[in-house]
């Protein structure tokens, strides 16, 4: 079943502490820590988001979100984004975050390098499209 940005409210928790659970799980964790550490979370979309740091973007775990001070409606768009994709992948979503967190790193490693070279655009994989395109949408219908 292809993932819809017109999930509602309902079915994206019931599907995310179930189908997604073992992502969530993951999630919790890193929230607990933040929590612990005196991060303060606040609500974006059915999200749960922690702003940690500068400059660096985001990433997200479930319903659980952390992104930099200044990230840009668009960078926490498309994080709730995976949020709905683990609605749908539910127990092959650590795949898609392997594999989304190792593009992250391998492009901000090589933008440092080597600050000149041409990269293809952050959203030329699918799973990175995927995520802006669904993110947008629920956003919007917000």
């Not at 479930?62 to 926490?76: D, E, P, W």
Request: hydrophobic share 35%.
């Amino acid at each position: 079943m292809k993932p819809d940005p017109n999930i509602t409210d309902r079915e994206f928790y019931l599907r995310s502490f179930t189908w997604g659970l073992p992502v969530n799980l993951g999630g919790a964790v890193v929230a607990a820590g933040l929590l612990l550490t005196g991060h303060k979370p606040e609500r974006f979309g059915n999200c749960i988001n922690f702003t940690v740091g500068r400059n660096w973007g985001g990433g997200s775990m479930g319903i659980f979100m952390v992104t930099c001070r200044n990230a840009s409606q668009r960078l926490k768009e498309h994080e709730h984004g995976h949020s709905i994709q683990n609605c749908f992948y539910g127990p092959l979503m650590p795949l898609v975050n392997l594999r989304s967190s190792t593009r992250y790193l391998y492009r901000a490693g090589v933008q440092k390098l080597l600050p000149k070279k041409k990269l293809p655009p952050y959203d030329s994989a699918w799973f990175e499209a995927e995520a802006t395109e669904l993110g947008k949408a629920f956003m919007k219908n917000r």
